[in-house]
T-cell receptor
Framework: DAGITQSPRHKVTETGTPVTLRCHQTENHRYMYWYRQDPGHGLRLIHYSYGVKDTDKGEVSDGYSVSRSKTEDFLLTLESATSSQTSVYFC????????????FGPGTRLTVL | QQQVKQSPQSLIVQKGGIPIINCAYENTAFDYFPWYQQFPGKGPALLIAIRPDVSEKKEGRFTISFNKSAKQFSLHIMDSQPGDSATYFCAAKGNSGGSNYKLTFGKGTLLTVNP
């Protein structure tokens, strides 16, 4: 998985609790992304980062925040988890050149009860 | 608003058949069109990609055909094998501003290749 790890790999939580997912890369790539994958919706971009402390919103960013304090780590936080945020979350990284050739991590399956 | 429309949603072929997956886009500012392959429980992996200055690209048994005027591109899998059974996603990348960093994905096609 191109030097990308995600943690945790599985998580079950309750509605209203905060949740943080971590993406860690060893490739020193500039760009990092968080997607969610749901049946019938494909992959939808939540947030992305184009450098340390440089982040921007994707198409489904409501209810999510991100932080990137180091090149290798990109954190996704659900401030107050809802059942609609039950999904599989993928982190991706990309070398220079923008969104070309994104490499995906193994995913985190999150269930919000 | 979906900018990349993928069809069919699912596809079943026999071993040796040639499944074809189609994608259409609306934004003429896209400049890179990758296909990703995803096996159950795994992250998507880049399979093959094309830029709009060519009409076809082939890598092994996988071929992308690109029709710029029709704003369509398709994936063909020659001599398909049961091991090709997976979900396939097309995507497109913008060429300006913030869209230069991002991919827009189709909704995916679940391919089953029967032995």
């Amino acid at each position: 998985d191109a030097g990308i790890t995600q943690s945790p790999r599985h998580k079950v939580t309750e509605t209203g609790t905060p949740v943080t997912l971590r993406c860690h890369q060893t490739e020193n790539h500039r760009y990092m992304y968080w997607y969610r994958q749901d049946p019938g919706h494909g992959l939808r971009l939540i947030h992305y980062s184009y450098g340390v402390k440089d982040t921007d919103k994707g198409e489904v960013s409501d209810g999510y925040s991100v932080s990137r304090s180091k090149t290798e780590d990109f954190l996704l936080t659900l401030e107050s988890a809802t059942s609609s945020q039950t999904s599989v979350y993928f982190c991706a990284i990309s070398p220079g050149g923008g969104g070309s050739e994104q490499f995906f991590g193994p995913g985190t399956r999150l269930t919000v009860l | 608003q979906q900018q990349v429309k993928q069809s069919p949603q699912s596809l079943i072929v026999q071993k040796g058949g040639i499944p074809i997956i189609n994608c259409a886009y609306e934004n003429t500012a896209f400049d890179y069109f990758p296909w990703y392959q995803q096996f159950p429980g795994k992250g998507p992996a880049l399979l093959i990609a094309i830029r709009p200055d060519v009409s076809e690209k082939k890598e092994g048994r996988f071929t992308i055909s690109f029709n710029k005027s029709a704003k369509q591109f398709s994936l063909h899998i020659m001599d398909s094998q049961p091991g090709d059974s997976a979900t396939y996603f097309c995507a497109a990348k913008g060429n300006s501003g913030g869209s230069n960093y991002k991919l827009t994905f189709g909704k995916g096609t679940l391919l089953t290749v029967n032995p």
